[in-house]
Every structure is written in structure tokens, then in C-alpha cells.
């Protein structure tokens, strides 16, 4: 089933270090069957909690091969020229439907 990395980008510190993450990034997703299916594109913040400046969501195969390249030297290597530079919030969710009485079991148990 296929895995989706989404990035939210909250803030710039830093435009000429957030530039040389991205050229860093870009390639260190090649190999992977990873597909780009939305890079800063015009976005409508609808509910949001915070400023949102850009978003990205990035398909995978599956849930192993985004954590792959998460872990990967080329991605971590970009991730340091990042560090600092944006307010980003990185996260990789698993595609899929989960039905709603199935749904956050771990908060439903703190109830």
C-alpha cells in the first residue's frame, strides 16, 4: 500500500540555506519510485493552526521505502542544511482507511 511523506513549511529563517536543502533533497529521493504529487504548489489554508507557507506530499510504495529514505545519508544529509533554516514539520503517514470505531485506540483508551 502506498506511504506518503508530507512536509509542512511553517517559516524561513534562512531563503539562500532553504535553496541549497532543496537541490540537497531533490535527489535523494531518485530510486525509490517516489512520486512527486505536490511541490509548493498555490495552496488554500482552510484549517489551519499556524502560518503554512508551502506544502509538500511526496508518494512511496509503501511505508518501509519512505522510511528508507527518511533514514537515508543523502536525505539526512539535506535534513542538516535544513536544520535551523525553516520551521518544518516532517511527517510519513501510511495510506489506507482505518473505519472510525477503529480510529486513535490509543487516545480512546485514556477516556
Do not use: C
Request: proline residues 7%; without cysteine; charged residues 30%.
Amino acid at each position: 500500500m502506498p506511504a506518503y511523506m508530507i512536509a509542512l513549511n511553517r517559516g524561513v529563517h534562512d531563503w539562500k540555506k532553504l535553496d541549497e536543502y532543496w537541490k540537497a533533497a531533490g535527489p535523494s529521493f531518485e530510486g525509490l519510485g517516489a512520486k512527486r504529487l505536490a511541490i509548493y504548489t498555490p495552496l488554500t489554508a482552510l484549517e489551519v493552526m499556524g502560518p503554512l507557507e508551502g506544502v509538500v506530499e511526496i508518494e512511496f510504495p509503501d511505508l518501509d521505502t519512505a522510511k528508507r529514505w527518511y533514514e537515508s545519508p543523502a536525505y539526512q544529509k539535506a535534513k542538516q542544511i535544513r536544520d535551523g533554516v525553516a520551521d518544518t514539520e516532517l511527517f510519513i503517514i501510511d495510506g489506507g482507511f482505518v473505519p472510525a470505531e477503529e480510529r486513535m485506540p490509543h487516545l480512546k483508551r485514556q477516556s
